[in-house]
């Protein structure tokens, strides 16, 4: 099992920035990838980003690239989100999850471990 804890969002004006965090712990070593999803309500679940645990390759949704960073710190078992110039559209509750698949992990139905949840507001 793999336990996953996120920091606490917040509420941030349009344009700002926030980073979040997400703290593995338990058996890390069965994990390929972590990644971040979100959910809006009434919306489906979106990939946001994703990073290898290991080599460090990244992949971005198209809504947040070039906007979004990921990142991780394998002695601390925690990967990073930066968010910059954040939108009233990204406002969501954002998801931490981790992945022993090794493909496709960007599809939410890969990922069998998932955090809480932590919501983040964008005014306008």
């Known amino acids: 099992q793999v336990q996953l804890v996120e920091s606490r969002g917040g509420l941030v004006q349009a344009g700002g920035s926030l980073r979040l965090s997400c703290v593995a712990s338990?058996?890390?070593?069965?994990?390929?990838?972590m990644g971040w999803f979100r959910q809006a309500p009434g919306k489906e679940r979106e990939f946001v980003a994703t990073?290898?645990?290991?080599?460090?390759?990244?992949f971005y949704g198209d809504s947040v690239k070039g906007r979004f960073t990921i990142s991780r710190d394998n002695f601390k078992n925690t990967v990073y989100l930066q968010m910059n110039s954040l939108k009233p559209e990204d406002t969501a509750v954002y998801y931490c999850?981790?992945?022993?698949?090794?493909?496709?992990?960007?599809?939410?139905?890969?990922?069998?471990?998932w955090g809480q949840g932590t919501q983040v507001t964008v005014s306008s």
């Open positions: 990073i290898t645990w290991s080599g460090g390759s990244t």
């Open positions: 338990g058996r890390t070593v069965s994990v390929y990838a």
């Open positions: 999850a981790a992945t022993g698949a090794v493909v496709f992990i960007t599809s939410p139905t890969r990922y069998n471990y």
